[in-house]
């Protein structure tokens, strides 16, 4: 019996539920070569602001117990360079391609949701309103109204489907997903990294160049999959989760919560091979439990279960 | 990731080697090349390490211990099994010129992917200074005492020595802590270190500065001309 592992939402067909999470797959290209792309859902590249980016000083990333911090700072090339050199090679990644952008002004947004929805190949775009590493306005899931300003920019600015990606440490996960879909957002990432540090005890300093940083991994995946659980149980809208799917176990968590497309983040970093195992995990998983289709058990958990 | 099972090791104080049985060859792996070291559960992500020399699936690394990682290492039992993905990065041999003999100038670790250097082009070493603070890092090299240059002992630091030896007509290829490659010669060409996260050029997190931007050790790297870095970002 073969599975089917594909999922529609926002007008698109997913060969399977697993996203490439913005950053740690970069443009694609790279990984291409230790990763067959093609196997995957899609991959939502890394996230491009109007003015190229160098990216915070170094160190930029420290582990932790259970996860990884990073503060890397949305290094990036900038929106010109990227729609001159990177946007006409992505016909070369034989999958979905989901573009990821970030204002910092509602003007920005505006002008990233412009650029992008003159990219052919970018099938849906991701506004990273959550990103904790940059100095100022990174952080606009952290407020509702600011959330809600930046999609309608974006909104106004291209027919292709939206994805507000939230920040999960907020106070009512809720009431900003409502915001998000009245304000014209197609879909929901859920979530991002959370604010963390560390610090060298040796030193008496942090260890990150910038102080404080974004918790990724298996740490945060508890908190991420009840945000997720929660909004799924409120809003009847496609959710991405992503935090800490390290493997297929993981993965299954997210969808059984609600989410009809699972992030991979930082289980690329540690092994590019990961999301192939995690989807063949998943695979392996429905054909013993007799389920056809992985849709099926997208939600389950508000469904009574088995 | 390809399994490798620790099958000998012999330790000083906090400098170490560590000999791996891989269930799968490398590919053609090279001098400068590091592969990405991982053991099973904590810490997560897989960490750097230059190779010090590779033979029939047989790869040594030569450890300092800094923090959890290497840490385990040093505590593993013979037969403990860790997780290993590469080579990656760009071999010395792609960025220096053919047309020169090297002084090998390392510090600590740094001798690491210097020994695998002089192991693969021999005709390309000039003189091999290795660089340590204590004398007890004797015990780990019978053979070849006389390329060591121990601080305590002489006063001296590999930088202190290079200045009788150097040349115009040789280059120097050097791999250690900062503020030794910062003490070098213009064009010298530095190895660097770096927190890496992917090891594979996708990530970022492993970025310096150079004359020409931002640049990614991982994958640009890890040798550089000294002259082209940025050294106040790091
Ligand atoms: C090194 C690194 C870089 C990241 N860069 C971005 C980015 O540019 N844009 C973004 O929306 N999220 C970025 N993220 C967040 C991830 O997309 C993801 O939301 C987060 O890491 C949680 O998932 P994980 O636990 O699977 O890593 C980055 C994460 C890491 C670890
Ligand atoms: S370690 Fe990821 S880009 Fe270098």
């Known amino acids: ?306 | 990731m390809i399994e490798a099972e620790l099958i000998e090791k012999k330790t000083a104080k906090d400098y170490g080697f560590f000999k791996f049985k891989l269930s799968e060859k490398l590919e053609n792996p090279d001098a400068g090349q590091f592969v990405m070291l991982k053991a099973l559960d904590e810490p997560i992500l897989a960490k750097p390490f230059s190779i010090y020399s590779y033979k029939n699936k047989n790869l040594t690394l030569f450890i300092k211990r800094v923090g959890r990682l290497t840490g385990k290492i040093f505590s593993s039992p013979i037969g403990e099994v860790f997780y290993i993905r590469g080579p990656y990065g760009t071999p010395y041999i792609e960025t220096i010129s053919r047309e020169k003999k090297y002084i090998l100038i390392g510090g600590g670790s740094g001798i690491a992917p210097l020994n695998f250097f002089s192991e693969l082009y021999p005709e390309l070493v000039y003189k091999k200074l290795y660089g340590f603070k204590g004398g007890y890092i004797r015990e780990l090299f019978e053979e070849e005492q006389s390329t060591l240059v121990i601080e305590e002992e002489s006063g001296k630091t590999v930088v202190d020595v290079l200045v009788d030896v150097y040349s115009e007509e040789v280059g120097i290829l050097a791999c250690g802590p900062i503020p030794m490659l910062k003490n070098l010669p213009h064009d010298s060409y530095v190895s660097l270190e770096a927190v890496m996260g992917c090891g594979i050029g996708t990530c970022k997190s492993c970025a310096i500065k150079t004359k020409e931007g931002i640049k990614m050790v991982c994958k640009d790297g890890p040798l550089f001309r000294k002259g082209e870095i940025q050294w106040e970002w790091i």
């Open chain 1, 1 to 306: 019996m073969g599975v089917d592992l594909s999922v529609e939402i926002f007008g698109l067909t997913f060969k399977n539920p697993l996203v490439l999470a913005s950053g740690p797959a970069g443009f694609g290209f790279e990984l291409q070569q230790y990763l067959d792309i093609s196997r995957i859902g899609a991959i939502t590249l890394k996230t491009i602001t109007i003015m190229p980016r160098e990216g915070n000083a170094p160190p930029r990333l420290v582990d932790t117990h259970g996860g990884i911090i990073n503060s890397i700072g949305l290094q990036n090339p900038g929106i010109k360079e990227f729609v001159r050199t990177i946007a006409p090679r992505l016909k070369d990644l034989k999958t979905i391609k989901i573009g990821s952008i970030a204002g910092f002004t509602i003007e920005e947004w505006k002008i990233l949701g412009e650029e992008m929805d003159k990219i052919k190949e970018i099938r849906a775009i991701e506004l990273d309103l959550s990103c904790p590493n940059v100095e100022g306005k990174g952080m606009w899931a952290k407020d509702e109204e600011l959330t809600q300003e930046a999609i309608k920019a974006v909104r106004e600015s291209t027919d292709k489907p939206i994805i507000a990606k939230l920040a999960p440490d907020v106070t009512d996960i809720v009431k900003v997903a409502k915001k998000a879909i009245n304000a014209g957002a197609d879909a929901l990432s859920i979530g991002n990294t959370i604010e963390a540090m560390r610090i060298n005890i040796e030193t008496g300093l942090p260890f990150l160049k910038l102080k404080t940083g974004g918790l990724s991994g298996p740490a945060i995946k508890p908190i991420t999959l009840a945000r997720v659980f929660r909004v799924a149980e409120a809003l009847k809208v496609p959710i991405i989760g992503i935090g800490g799917v390290m493997n297929w176990q993981d993965a299954l968590e997210y969808a059984m919560a609600g989410a009809s497309l699972i992030g991979i983040g930082t289980a690329i970093m540690v092994d590019p091979q990961a999301p192939l195992e995690i989807l063949h995990g998943i695979e392996s998983f429905l054909r013993q439990k007799g389920i056809e289709r992985f849709k099926d058990i997208i939600g389950i958990a508000h469904r009574g279960g088995f």
